[in-house]
């Protein structure tokens, strides 16, 4: 899961949550609502340890090859 889709999930379980007065039989919107914010909330921290874990692996090595070489080699 993305930091993106992470997002999405915040926002429509905070919609659920928060905006929705709908009341049904079978389901409590408002928690389906937290599940989302909750499943969001943890991908999104996933998502930016994955990240930061992703670039501490990524290393450059420079090999500098010209050394002291004269002009005609």
Known sequence: MGIGT???LIAVG???RFAVSVHTAH???HIVGDI????GA???VLSLIWMAMA?????TTV???GGDRSAGY
């Open 6 to 8: 992470s997002i999405v």
């Open 14 to 16: 905070a919609i659920l």
């Open 27 to 29: 389901v409590n919107w």
């Open 36 to 39: 989302l914010m909750v499943a």
């Open 42 to 44: 943890i991908g999104l």
């Open 55 to 59: 670039s501490r692996r990524e290393t």
């Open 63 to 65: 090999v500098d090859r």
